[in-house]
């Protein structure tokens, strides 16, 4: 049984900082990749951020790079995400997502429950 868990969502004013946390557990061998997703009320889904396991980072949502930054801790299955200068448009639920291998092989993408990110003016 594989869990990917998100924490550290909640309420920030306009311009602060909030850091997501994400650690995928269970019975799997490694983790190829882990990333962050958001969708807002009434938007698709959008990607925001990934980091290999080797540490490549990809920022493809143009609106959060330079103030978005993902890291990762591979001795315990989890990245983060440094949210700075928040703004209104960042509300969102924010998904975390890890690309695993299973045991036999195989690959799997696991998603978390989401976390709510609330921005206030």
């Known amino acids: 049984q594989v869990q990917v868990v998100e924490s550290g969502g909640g309420l920030v004013q306009s311009g602060g900082p909030l850091r997501l946390s994400c650690a995928a557990t269970g019975s799997f061998v490694s983790v190829l990749s882990m990333g962050w997703f958001r969708q807002a009320p009434g938007k698709e889904r959008e990607w925001v951020a990934t980091i290999t396991k080797g540490g490549v980072t990809n920022y493809p949502l143009d609106s959060v790079k330079g103030r978005f930054k993902v890291n990762n801790n591979n001795s315990e299955n989890t990245v983060y995400q440094e949210m700075s200068n928040l703004k209104p448009d960042d509300t969102a639920v924010y998904y975390c997502?890890?690309?695993?291998?299973?045991?036999?092989?195989?690959?799997?993408?696991?998603w978390g429950q989401g976390t709510q990110v609330t921005v206030s003016e």
């Open positions: 997502s890890a690309e695993l291998v299973l045991v036999g092989g195989a690959t799997y993408e696991y």
